[in-house]
């Protein structure tokens, strides 16, 4: 284990040099820059320990590196180098989250000093943030990622190992399945939960102005447009961008958004100048996107830097054993919003529901919750699968189990006294029971 990872950041080579050979000698990992803007393009926050940089620089000055690496992950701690006429200024950056300042000249030892006491804060930290994950987090994270099946376990603890790592991600899925929501809980989770998360719909590429809402542009640039305007990826700073339905993105627009990924920096329409931008970012399909690369409608190289990381969204059809679990939830909380009681929900309608395919996924299976709570019939069957295909011996059936399932809660469980309610012989009730895999107290 090293002492810790360090990156040195100064206008003058010469103090870099000699910072790299102190500091690696003395057990740090260090990586040195003399361009600032070069150095926040490249700085893995999440891997690196302490950053020391210098205050006075020309383009960017250490005051505006503190922001941006505070805007990224406000527990970095970053020491400030200044000389004597600028202790006021590292006096006031400290007051703005700075850990510390060193006045030049300064001596190697007293720099190893405070970065040890820095590099132990960052662990710290770290720890402690580990260990509220375990405590509450995941209970948090199974609330907002329902379910029991093996392909959702294993999104969940995707979300815990990737939620801190600035790695981009691609969701699959059919729509519907929850592709948005899981990017959001990458957010959610992670350091950049207290910054922008910022939905884009690549299918609305064709509405005017799409570009320049991806990138914003600069005064007078479009016309009627008398103000600058920033962009959402610029807007998303610092946070997460979801692009949904990515292979809707055109090509010309998919190279714009290759080259931001590639150098986290971007340029509005109309500017020459590049800014900056620390993004973490997610793209959601419904498409084969190697398909759509064969078919030369999907840049490879995007695709390659999308898919680092690919995770795949079932349908509800594949994972029927949420289907109850995710029903009722959807039934508690339409009860709660529309101020009705919750109706009672019978083992049996469970079952039927399981049954289903529920093609529109998620919603579809919301929106049949909220029907349930309103007391509304459900929607009448596709033309295509008329109620007269479910043969008469099956209606039959299912009306048998729903009633003898309706009076076995009302007899608290007791078959015998279902038995007198539905009026039949305890024996034939318990039989019924039986083959229709209900519940009562045989």
Same mark, same amino acid.
């Given at each position: 284990m090293t002492r810790g990872t360090i990156a040195f950041i100064d206008d003058e080579p010469p103090l870099c040099d000699a910072a790299a050979d102190w500091l690696g000698a003395s057990g740090f990992r260090v990586a040195t820059y003399t361009d600032p803007a070069r150095a926040l393009?490249?700085?893995?926050?999440?891997?690196? /320990?302490?950053?020391?940089? /210098?205050?006075?620089?020309?383009?960017?000055? +250490? &005051?505006?590196?503190? *922001? &941006?690496l505070r805007a990224g992950d406000a527990e970095l701690p970053v020491i400030l180098l200044s000389g004597h006429a600028d202790v006021p200024v590292a006096v006031e950056a400290m007051r703005e989250g700075a850990y510390d300042f060193i006045e030049k000249p300064y001596g190697a030892e007293h720099l190893?000093?405070? $970065?040890?006491?820095?590099?132990?804060?960052?662990?710290?930290?770290?720890?402690?943030?580990a260990? %509220?994950?375990?405590? @509450?987090?995941?209970?948090?994270?199974?609330?907002?990622?329902?379910?029991?099946?093996?392909?959702?376990?294993a999104l969940r603890d995707a979300v815990g190992q990737l939620a801190d790592i600035a790695v981009d991600l691609l969701v699959s899925g059919e729509p519907g399945t929850g592709k948005e929501e899981l990017a959001r809980a990458f957010h959610d989770f992670g350091r950049r939960a207290?910054?922008?998360?910022?939905?884009?719909?690549? *299918?609305?590429?064709a509405?005017? +102005?799409?570009?320049?809402? $991806?990138? #914003?542009?600069?005064? #007078? =640039? $479009?016309?009627? @447009? !008398?103000? *600058? %305007?920033? #962009?959402? $990826?610029?807007?998303?700073?610092g946070g997460t961008v979801f692009l949904g339905e990515i292979e809707a993105l055109p090509l010309a627009l998919q190279s714009k958004l290759l080259r931001v990924m590639q150098d986290r920096r971007l340029e509005r329409i109309g500017s020459?100048?590049?800014?900056?931008?620390?993004?973490?970012?997610?793209?959601? @399909?419904?498409?084969?996107?190697? !398909?759509?690369? *064969?078919?030369?409608?999907?840049?490879?190289?995007?695709?390659?830097?999308?898919?680092?990381?690919?995770?795949?969204?079932?349908?509800?059809?594949?994972?029927?054993?949420?289907?109850?679990?995710? =029903? @009722?939830? =959807?039934?508690?909380?339409? !009860?709660?919003r529309f101020g009705r009681a919750l109706p009672d929900l019978l083992e049996s309608d469970l079952r039927l529901l399981q049954g289903q395919d529920w093609p529109g996924n998620l919603p579809e299976l919301k929106a049949a919750a909220e029907r349930h709570v309103l007391g509304l019939r459900p929607a009448a069957p596709a033309a295509a699968e008329p109620a007269a295909a479910v043969p008469l011996p099956e209606r039959v059936a299912r009306f048998e189990a729903e009633a003898i399932a309706e009076a076995?809660? &009302?007899? +608290? +469980?007791?078959?015998?006294?279902?038995?007198?309610?539905? #009026?039949v012989p305890r024996r034939t009730l318990n039989e019924k029971i039986a083959r229709h895999g209900l519940r009562g107290d045989e």
């Open positions: 393009a490249e700085i893995d926050t999440a891997r690196c /320990d302490c950053v020391v940089t /210098d205050l006075r620089m020309p383009g960017v000055s +250490g &005051q505006q590196v503190l *922001a &941006q190893v000093a405070v $970065l040890d006491r820095a590099v132990e804060l960052r662990r710290m930290r770290r720890e402690l943030r260990t %509220r994950w375990s405590d @509450t987090a995941s209970a948090r994270l199974e609330a907002r990622l329902a379910g029991s099946a093996p392909a959702i376990a207290r910054r922008p998360f910022v939905a884009i719909d690549c *299918a609305g590429v509405e005017p +102005g799409f570009e320049a809402e $991806l990138f #914003g542009h600069e005064r #007078g =640039f $479009l016309a009627g @447009t !008398a103000a *600058a %305007r920033v #962009g959402k $990826l610029e807007h998303a700073n020459n100048a590049a800014r900056p931008v620390d993004l973490r970012v997610v793209a959601g @399909t419904r498409a084969d996107l190697r !398909a759509e690369v *064969a078919a030369g409608r999907f840049r490879a190289d995007l695709f390659y830097r999308l898919s680092a990381v690919e995770l795949a969204l079932p349908p509800l059809r594949a994972r029927r054993e949420d289907i109850p679990l995710l =029903f @009722t939830r =959807f039934a508690e909380d339409a !009860a709660e076995l809660r &009302q007899a +608290g +469980g007791s078959s015998a006294l279902a038995a007198d309610v539905l #009026g």
